[in-house]
């Protein structure tokens, strides 16, 4: 199966403007922009053919091209990273099977997350959309609770069903865990939500017909218009194999992404 990765990314965030231009320093001293170190883990991924940056900046465009990177230019008019893969998927080279939308916030997403992702899809083909679920350790579990208590909407959770269907997704810490939980004998039941996606062309088409909902609206999450509209989100456990994921969602997160590189 053909797959590629859309990595969108534009400077007028609310929360941090110019995000994808974000120096991170790496263990070698060397700085790079978050859109690059995302496009490096883009290019770790070996069934992905071909990788490309969906946006509607020249900044951001500048930059890709000057470490060799593929642009799509994208509509302002765009909500969020799935209606900017929608409207980059007419300006693809041909049709592929799957498109991987790789959040452009998320560098330290491992390459197996991804191509566990592209294998879940082409295998479930009753499914047209799929999503990385990780269950949290101590250390994600602690930044989810530290974040809200100091009112930051940092990462997202996900909820799902027995088959892995998505139940929900939330910017709060669902579902409740009392304090009083086992960590040595229980196994955590809080899920950190992967920024990345998988889809079939048609369920890409059918996003950009349907109108943002009351569920997205108010957690600011994309995804819940699949959900809100009836279409199934295969969530996919995947394996941290003792790499600490994490997003840049906040100034905060640069010293966190910047330890574990």
Known sequence: MKAVVIIPARYASSRYPGKPLV???GRDGISKPLVQRTWETACEVLPAA???V??????IARRVHEFGGQVIMTSEACA????????ALASLPGQPD????LQGDAPLTP???LEDLIAAL????DIAVATPVLRCDRQTYSHFRSDRAEGRVGGTTAVFASDGSALYFSKEVVPFVPDKYDWETQAMPVFHHVGVYAYRPDAL??????QEGLLETNEGLEQLRFLENGEKILCVEVEARGRLFWELNNPVDVARIEEVL
Request: charged fraction near 40%; proline fraction near 0%.
């Open 50 to 52: 071909d990788i490309y």
């Open 98 to 101: 799957i498109i991987v939308n």
């Open 111 to 113: 390459a197996w997350f």
């Open 205 to 210: 088409l059918r996003y950009r017909q349907w």
């Open 54 to 59: 969906a946006t509607d900046d020249d900044r």
């Open 122 to 125: 082409a295998d479930r083909t």
């Open 23 to 25: 120096e991170l320093k």
């Open 80 to 87: 969020n990273g799935t209606e900017r893969c929608a409207e």
